[in-house]
């Protein structure tokens, strides 16, 4: 049973299903409602290796009521999906052996241009996660170039990577609170990897110890793993993108 302070909570702030968004009893043992339960897969136990981080993990397949669920967080503002999110990425980035009071949140910066958007879904879960793990959090220690748009607006997979390659500049002012941290590079939703190992070939400029991702869902999440993708970003520099296998793939 969950503790009475939650309940009260919950009364007062309705909750509702991360997934569909529909009220969820409050006397329930989980946030998920019964039809969207089954849908949340948990990929939480396995390691993708994108280039210039240590590993970049994620809760979620983007899939299913996770993906409905991120879209109206992304979308449509919905705040209690996205603290929903967070939490789950809090918890697993506490269950992380390297996780200490050594480690410093980043958020993935927004497109500059954006106005349809009342926040920048990274920044919101940095924020929280930050709160909820008594850790640092540098929020402006890089910028989105101004010539950078929106990933979604790319039709391929190719154009994505040239578009986010080298999208990022260093505040070098705020960065250097990251020197001999332990840098967690926080995102809603990774695809290729490409944004963050763009934000980490950035952040690398301000001397971290190590470079880690943790974001709220990956796609693709499966298909892919073992095998390994090299692309070469207009600069000709290689990004290297291992999927592996973690211990369960049920
Ligand atoms: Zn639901």
């Known amino acids: 049973m969950r503790n009475i302070i939650t309940v009260i909570t919950d009364m007062i702030f309705t909750r509702r299903c ?21 849908g949340f897969r948990d990929i939480s136990d396995k390691m993708f290796y994108v280039s210039d981080i240590r590993c970049l993990k994620a809760v979620y397949s983007f899939s299913g009521p996770a ?40 958020p993935i910066p927004g497109n500059i241009e954006k106005t349809d958007r009342e926040y920048v879904q990274a920044v919101f879960l940095a924020k929280r996660i930050a709160r909820k793990l008594h850790i640092g959090y540098v929020g402006d220690a890089m910028r989105k170039k101004k010539s950078v748009i929106s990933q979604t607006k790319c039709r391929t997979l190719l154009a994505r990577r040239e578009n986010i390659a080298n999208a990022f500049i260093l505040n070098k002012r705020s960065a250097s ?10 995102d809603d939703i990774s695809t290729t990897g490409s944004t963050i190992s763009s934000a980490a070939r950035t952040l ?29 970003c207009p600069d000709n520099m290689k990004t290297l993108l291992v999927v592996a296998k973690g211990n369960s793939d049920s």
Not at 18 to 38: M, N, W
């Open 177 to 186: 609170k990251l020197c001999g941290k332990k840098v967690i590079i926080i």
């Open 204 to 232: 690398k400029k301000a001397n971290p110890a190590e470079i880690y991702a943790a974001c709220a869902a990956r796609t693709p999440t499966h298909k892919d793993i073992g095998k390994k993708y090299i692309v070469r």
């Open 18 to 38: 991360p997934g569909c968004g529909e009220p969820v009893d409050i006397f329930a043992d989980s946030d998920i409602c019964p039809s969207c339960l089954p």
């Open 67 to 106: 993906r409905h669920g991120l879209h109206r967080f992304k979308f449509r503002g919905d705040g209690s999906a996205g603290i929903f999110f967070a939490d789950r990425i809090a918890e697993m980035i506490r269950n992380e052996k390297y996780f200490d009071k050594n480690c410093v949140l980043v």
